[in-house]
């Protein structure tokens, strides 16, 4: 995997070149915009050294004439050149975002579970958001730079030496120079860099935890402690971006005097000469050519400044590209199962105890049966978001390891207090995923047997209400039965439920409950136990859940 430290410019570029393959048309189009505002850079000096000495100096000649429509000819040039340029590579730019942040996204959601369990999740919004934009920025202003003012540099000298090839070698000089300031202060810039790009998930974990925990800091007063870590957070953030405001300004500063430098050892020549032989035409036309050289370098020295903050974003995009998608090495696509699940010593390691050694399950679930109080770390092996250590686990007979993940997984559905709703209609989230064609009927049915009809039918738009971030417009027992519906959709054999499902009163209590027992009807449950939940992480009956009295007997259920 690359990282921020190893990935080269040279990596970044060949990595996009496959994301600019079938875009080569449109950036046909602004590679010669670029050109043409390169070469005629050197086209103002030219004019200026004419009109100098040629026209000005005979103000009957009859090219004077044509001066102000050479000059508007000149400035309508570049000026569509300009815009052809600008929008070929900003449209190229957009479509390689597009690209890329398709393409993440993508490979996110083919990732396993473990994954998401290691990774923040505002980190992974941040690379699919924001570090594809800058990391296509950073390549566009490279191939401006390559492209575009490289080639000015080049026209610009070229005249230069045509004009008089002394203060053209000493403006050469001035390019290695700058590069030299800039060089010496990248390395402050860089430690600045990082600093600042870490420091921003630092601010954000304070604010999220202070928002999330606001009872907890009210009831304890740590108002004054959580201020207190934002500060600390905010100050960080300050220090560093002074560290790459003083090197910013220490190479500004070296570079604005070297340019003092070459411009008054190179001109202060020209201007004797052209006061010998009255060559101002020359002399004037060359000053304008060494001023008008300062802006293309100092635009690549601008981009060297920040290409590592683009490398670095370059660096996670790709990343996230390169990781292996959830192995499914499964082949056989089992169907509608009976819902029989056999666990053959099955060894895996519990949440709740994850520093005792691993567990040994061995028992049977017929069609229809129960098994409650299970650890989380076990009902996530049902459907493969984890392997177990020893053992396997069949359905039907079938082991599950040789099960495709789509076969195996549309026979199974979870409903927790975390389910998640996405800020879509009613309607979508009952008919989410592979249930999405489901009709009008189908999606009404569901939503009567979660006993959800009621309080759906008085939201403003009904089933095409639109329910906000995780079901922020709806109450809890709503957002439960809304999952209820869904998994009852769905219609699996298997279920995996939460013994922390509960209503926040008796009438919704008793809703939720009708609609758990249709939904457990006939089906194999499993039941994950609250946080605190039973050391034992087989099975037991619980006297703590909201789904007591919807047990079955369970012969193979294994009571402390």
């Given amino acids: 995997m690359q990282n921020a430290q190893t990935m080269t410019s040279h990596q970044l570029y060949t990595r996009l070149a496959g994301y600019v393959a079938p875009y080569w048309g449109m950036l046909a189009v602004a590679l010669p915009g670029m050109l043409v505002l390169a070469v005629t850079e050197p086209a103002l000096p030219l004019l200026l050294k004419l009109m100098l000495d040629g026209t000005l100096v005979n103000p009957k000649h009859e090219l004077v004439q044509l001066v102000p429509l050479v000059i508007v000819a000149f400035f309508v040039a570049r000026g569509v050149a300009s815009h052809l340029s600008i929008y070929a590579l900003g449209w190229v730019s957009g479509r390689l975002v597009v690209d890329l942040r398709v393409s993440t996204f993508d490979r996110l959601l083919t990732l396993p579970a473990r994954y998401y369990a290691d990774h923040a999740s505002d980190s992974l919004v941040a690379t699919i958001t924001a570090d594809t934009n800058r990391t296509v920025a950073t390549a566009a202003a490279a191939v401006t730079v390559l492209v575009r003012d490289a080639l000015t540099i080049i026209a610009l000298l070229a005249w230069m030496f045509y004009l008089d090839w002394k203060p053209a ?116 036309s060359l000053s304008v050519a060494m001023l008008l050289l300062i802006l293309p370098v100092r635009r690549i020295t601008t981009a060297y400044l920040f290409r590592q903050q683009g490398l670095a974003a370059a660096a996670s995009v790709f990343a996230l590209l390169e990781q292996k998608a959830e192995a499914d090495g499964g082949t056989i696509d089992i169907g509608r199962a009976r819902g029989e699940l056999r666990f053959e010593q099955v060894g895996f390691r519990c949440q709740s105890l994850a520093d005792a050694a691993p567990e040994k399950v061995m028992l049977t679930l017929q069609p229809g049966e129960t098994l409650a109080q299970v650890d989380s770390a076990l009902a996530d092996l049902v459907p493969r ?176």
């Fill in 169 to 284: 070698l000493l403006a050469l000089s001035l390019i290695p120079a700058i590069m030299l300031i800039v060089r010496l202060s990248n390395g402050q810039l860089q430690t600045g860099d990082r600093e600042t790009s870490s420091t921003p998930d630092g601010m954000a974990q304070v604010v999220q935890e202070s928002v999330r925990n606001y009872k907890v800091i009210k009831l304890d007063g740590g108002q004054q402690y959580q201020s207190q870590r934002l500060r600390n957070e905010v100050e960080r953030v300050h220090r560093a971006t002074m560290k790459q405001a003083t090197a910013k300004a220490f190479s500004t500063a070296l570079v604005h005097m070297a340019v003092g430098v070459v411009l008054a050892l190179a001109i202060y020549p020209a201007a004797q000469q052209a006061a010998t032989d009255g060559t101002s035409g020359s002399f004037v």
């Fill in 385 to 560: 978001f984890s392997q177990p250590d020893s053992g396997k686990i069949l359905l039907d007979g079938q082991d599950l390891a040789t099960l495709t993940l789509t076969s195996l997984r549309a026979n199974i559905a979870l409903v927790s207090r975390e389910t998640a709703l996405f800020n879509d209609t009613v309607a979508a989230n009952i008919a989410y995923g592979a249930k999405g064609h489901a009709t009008e009927a189908e999606i009404i049915a569901a939503m009567h047997a979660a006993h959800a009809a009621e309080f759906i039918r008085e939201l403003p738009q009904g089933l095409q209400t639109v329910v906000g971030e995780q079901g922020a417009q709806l109450a809890d027992d709503q957002r439960l039965r809304i999952a209820i519906a869904r998994a009852l959709l769905k219609d699996p054999p298997i279920l995996i439920l939460d013994e922390t499902v509960s209503a926040p009163d008796a009438e919704s209590g008793q809703q939720v409950q009708a609609a758990l027992a249709t939904l457990m009807q006939g089906r194999t449950s499993i039941i994950i136990s609250a946080p605190s939940g039973a050391k034992d992480p087989s099975a037991k009956r619980t006297n703590r859940s909201p789904l007591k009295g919807l047990l079955q007997p369970h012969s193979n259920l294994v009571v402390p």
